[in-house]
């Protein structure tokens, strides 16, 4: 029988919530994993410890690199080293808010990362596919349904750096006829969501509440509304997008927009409480421009990849909510047992 050579990815930003669930999905399908990850002085690997193995396993298909986006003669030695068949260019500063605080910090890592990559790919010479994390946010402030032809209106730092990167992904596949593909991916959030994006920030606090271990939730504007689906979805619309036999760019959504407040309600009504009783408006979490609505028309992405996401709004908002109820059980253990865990609201 013929045997199948494994395929070599590599996944920036792979110990963010979407790394993981692109390592798990990858995984699955037989590949051995590269991954770039920053040094830090704590943990950072929380999300993929599960799955990576010590080396001196036979099995282990893993591999992490320390490296960072800000730095090119790094990326460009481990595309060299590593000569994937397929990057997934996931790393970035990718909080909205942040990016005011930090607008020349998310320049460099979230739009020139991207250059720096194309050029290491262009350097080197590998062959390889290449996508990248392109956002909704690019579309900004522009009307409702939005789908590939609606024009850019970026509304932050962060919008317009990604603004930047997905001109440079086109220009590259102009120009050097690389196969590099933007997914605009709408939001997706999960269990594993990092705790300061809404969703995120509403079911841990949510749930804590339930539990007595908090008493307030401040949040900033409850009328934006997201077009929010699961991440679990969204990875494998990615791969899709790489296993085309030509490079192009798609959005992905799920097709429902619904405002913070009705996230907001839906959480609490399902943990039996009355949001008003416990919400405050804080104006730090307000942004300078904010994004009003969203909605996307993923019609391109169904009918050309045949992408279809599995989990609705309500199945994601109960799965975040399960997930983070069983993870403030744990934490009211622990405190009964004599340990505090400090909650830094950010
Ligand atoms: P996330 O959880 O914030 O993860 C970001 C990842 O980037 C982390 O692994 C982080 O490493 C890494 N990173 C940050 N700065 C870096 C640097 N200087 N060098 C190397 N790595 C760096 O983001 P996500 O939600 O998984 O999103 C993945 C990508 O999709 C991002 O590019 C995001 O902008 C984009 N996107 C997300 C959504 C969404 O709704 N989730 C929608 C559209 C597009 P640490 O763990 O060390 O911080
Ligand atoms: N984070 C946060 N915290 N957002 C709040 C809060 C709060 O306390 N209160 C209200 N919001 C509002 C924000 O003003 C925004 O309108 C909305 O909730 C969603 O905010 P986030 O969850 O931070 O996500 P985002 O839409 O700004 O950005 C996410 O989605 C983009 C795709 O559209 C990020 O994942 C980006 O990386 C991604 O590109």
Request: no cysteine; charged share 25%; proline share 5%.
């Given at each position: 029988m013929e045997r199948?050579?494994?395929?070599?990815?590599?996944?920036?930003?792979?110990?963010g919530q979407d790394g993981s669930y692109l390592a798990e999905f990858l995984l699955d399908k037989g590949y051995a994993v590269h991954g770039l990850i920053r040094r830090s002085s704590t943990f950072n690997t929380d999300r993929i410890d599960h799955l990576y193995k010590?080396?001196?396993d036979p099995s282990a298909r893993v591999y992490l690199h320390y490296g960072d986006l800000s730095v090119s003669g790094q990326l460009t030695d481990m595309l060299h080293t590593i000569r994937p068949d397929e990057i997934y260019h996931l790393g970035a500063q990718?909080?909205?808010?942040?990016?005011?605080?930090?607008?020349?910090?998310?320049?460099?890592?979230?739009?020139?990362?991207?250059?720096r990559l194309l050029e290491a790919i262009r350097k080197t010479g590998i062959k390889t596919r290449f996508y990248q994390a392109s956002s909704s946010e690019m579309f900004g402030a522009a009307p409702p349904p939005q789908s590939e032809d609606t024009?850019?209106?970026?509304?932050?730092?962060?919008?317009?750096a990604k603004v930047y990167a997905y001109y440079v992904v086109r220009n590259y596949r102009d120009a050097y006829k690389l196969f590099a593909c933007n997914g605009i991916l709408f939001n997706h959030e999960s269990p594993r969501r990092g705790e300061t994006f809404v969703t995120r920030k509403i079911t841990r606090a949510a749930t804590r509440i339930k539990l007595g271990l908090q008493r307030k939730l401040y949040l900033g504007n409850l009328d934006?509304?997201?077009?929010?689906?699961?991440?679990?979805?969204?990875v494998e619309a990615m791969w899709l997008m790489l296993q085309h036999d030509k490079p192009d760019d798609y959005v992905i959504a799920l097709g429902e927009t619904h405002s913070v407040r009705q996230f907001l309600e839906k959480?609490?009504?399902?943990?039996?409480?009355d949001y008003?009783?416990?919400?405050?408006?804080d104006s730090k979490y307000f942004r300078p421009t904010d994004v009003n609505i969203l909605l996307g028309d993923s019609t391109k992405a169904r009918n050309v990849l045949g992408w279809r996401p599995k989990v609705g709004f309500d199945e994601l908002v109960d799965m975040?909510?399960?997930?983070?109820?069983?993870l403030a059980k744990k934490e009211e253990t622990l405190r009964i047992a004599g340990y505090e865990r400090s909650n830094n609201v950010r």
């Open positions: 199948k050579t494994m395929k070599t990815a590599l996944v920036t930003g792979i110990t010590d080396l001196h990718s909080h909205v808010r942040v990016s005011f605080d930090m607008p020349e910090y998310t320049g460099d890592v979230t739009g020139l990362g991207t250059l024009p850019f209106q970026p509304q932050s730092p962060y919008a317009a934006a509304k997201r077009d929010w689906g699961f991440a679990g979805d969204y959480v609490f009504q399902k943990l039996d409480m008003r009783e416990y919400v405050e408006i975040m909510v399960k997930a983070d109820l069983e």
